[in-house]
């Protein structure tokens, strides 16, 4: 299994950016795909997820801003940032969970499979 993120860069504060992840593995379809992020010197955080049915669930400081979609037929899920604030600089990962427990989609110990991560810059 392999899942490669891309599209993360330098933005300048209210801009926006779409990170994709792209995924190598069976079933794509019955996995939950979750984006976390992790800012130098802080905790790894959980961004957003999207669950097989494609209802979405965000991290308190993205909802409103962040958007969630999947494509099923490329396996790939993407993550449109709008609105963007230098607080979202963070190296950016998605991730691929087997749980069909949605009190646990914002747990990393959910997850069973990690791409490398992109790193995204907002200046100020």
């Known amino acids: 299994v392999q899942l490669q993120a891309s599209g993360g860069g330098l933005v300048q504060a209210g801009g926006s950016l779409r990170l994709s992840c792209a995924a190598s593995?069976?079933?794509?379809?019955?996995?939950?795909m979750g984006w976390f992020r992790q800012a130098p010197g802080k905790e790894r955080e959980f961004v957003g997820a999207?669950?097989?049915?494609?209802?979405?669930y965000y991290g308190d400081s993205v909802k409103g801003r962040f958007t969630i979609s999947r494509d099923n037929n490329k396996s790939t899920v993407y993550l449109q940032m709008n609105s963007l604030e230098p607080e979202d600089t963070a190296v950016y990962s998605c991730a691929a969970s087997r749980t069909s427990i949605l009190s646990e989609y914002h747990r990393e110990r959910s997850y069973n499979f990690w791409g490398q991560g992109t790193l995204v810059t907002v200046s100020s």
């Open positions: 593995m069976g079933a794509f379809s019955t996995y939950v």
């Open positions: 999207v669950s097989r049915s494609r209802h979405t």
